[in-house]
């Protein structure tokens, strides 16, 4: 297997000089943070008044959590260290759980960026002959510019067409012969349902290859986006706090991402105590940005769940793989008291042949109890069957839940194109129980 690289020096460095680099740049970053009102107060409660207060990496556990709140409060200039003239560019998370934060970038922070970007897109076997099609959504959202930057740098021809739309999506896949997609697995899944209700010959495209992020899915969404489009899907993960896209990124191996630890320093923490866990355990994701001036950002508390892998990857590199992400620690549901993460539901629906491309998780109350209600969508022919036969697939799904999670669930079948669909993130989960 032959194995791109973007920058092989940096991406292949053995442990002790990575940890050099890593050291260098966190003093520097800590330079940076005392600069903002915000780390200069935290630093200095924690006994960090300069960047010689970091003597070695394992110094960074002095360093205190940050979490999405004190974004929030410090909004909008708290957190910057560079005057506002010097920044270039502002970005925001989604809001996916609630007000959104602000990000700033200088000139340099998005130079850093888009380098980092590129090595994520060549190691994906990505390359400039490559059509890229960027549909996720471009403005505040960093997965749109982030990738469009990342892949010019690339020398790739890049459609800068957003997310939405999914006819003219479909119809610039011809007219460019588009070879790579960086989309949401959930809006890819929704094409290929489109593809199919338009009777859209896949031979009539010329896909190879799909970035996808952004949201939880799971491995075996992956597979069946693989197998329904016959294109190879890459995870990526990122989140607009650490700058955006292209904190991990999967390799041609595809066996989780590579964090750019020359960019970022990874930790792994038990959500309840706050502590380091073992490697290879799961826990929240603790990241602190090595690379990005204007707005500073030190051990940021993601509340995605993941683990690191012990083993190194096929490819070479050296920088550790972080495994896909479990979900989010507030994305977690309390069902008759079991807890439930969708990617759970999820992992165990994708496998199924009959289901189709997209799904809903509902939970309601029904007297004293909660309900938990799938609703799925299968495919045309299988909708217009034997009564019998549905009857036996609703049962085949629950079976398969139960065995995940212990809950009985309502199953309900719908036909494809029924259930809302999303064009950026899926917001696939409805909760409807009184709030207590
Ligand atoms: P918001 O937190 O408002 O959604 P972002 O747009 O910055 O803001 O989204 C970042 C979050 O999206 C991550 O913290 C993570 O929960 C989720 N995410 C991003 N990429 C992935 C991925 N590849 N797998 C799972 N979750 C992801
Ligand atoms: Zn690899």
Known sequence: MEVPFWNKEIETLDRSSLEKIQLERLREAIGWSLKTPFYSKKLAQAGIGSPDDIKGLEDLRRVPFTVKDDLRRSFPKGHLSVEMTDVVRVHSSSGTTGIPTVIYYSREDLERWTDLLARCIVATGAAPRDIFQNMMTYGLFTGGLGLHYGA???????????????????????????????????????????????????????????????????????????????????????????????????????????????????????????????????????????????????????????????????????????????????DMLIIGGVNVFPSQIEEKIMKIPEVATNYQIHVDKKGALDRLIIKVEIYPKLFLGEASKLDALRQHIKEEVRSSIVINPVVELHEPGSLPVFEGKAKRVVDTRPQE
């Open 152 to 330: 010019e740098r690339v020398g790739m021809t890049v459609i800068p067409i957003s997310g939405g739309n999914t006819k003219r999506q479909i119809q610039v896949m011809k007219d460019f012969q588009t070879t790579v997609l960086h989309i949401t697995p959930s809006y890819l899944l929704h094409i290929h349902s489109q593809l199919q209700a338009d009777g859209i010959d896949r031979a009539s495209l010329s896909l190879d290859r799909a970035l996808i992020g952004a949201e939880p899915h799971s491995e075996n969404t992956r597979r069946k986006i693989e197998e329904l489009l016959q294109i190879q899907a890459f995870n990526s993960y990122g989140l607009s706090e650490l700058n955006g896209p292209g904190v991990a990124f999967e390799c041609v191996c595809r066996q989780d991402m590579h964090v750019w630890e020359d960019a970022y320093i990874v930790e792994i923490i038990d959500p309840e105590t706050g502590e380091n866990v073992e490697d290879g355990q799961e826990g929240e994701v603790v990241l602190t940005n090595l690379i990005r001036q204007a707005a500073p950002i030190l051990r940021y508390r993601t509340r995605d769940l993941a683990f690191l892998h012990t083993e190194p990857c096929a490819c070479g590199r050296t920088h550790r793989r972080l495994s896909r992400i479990r979900g989010r620690t507030d």
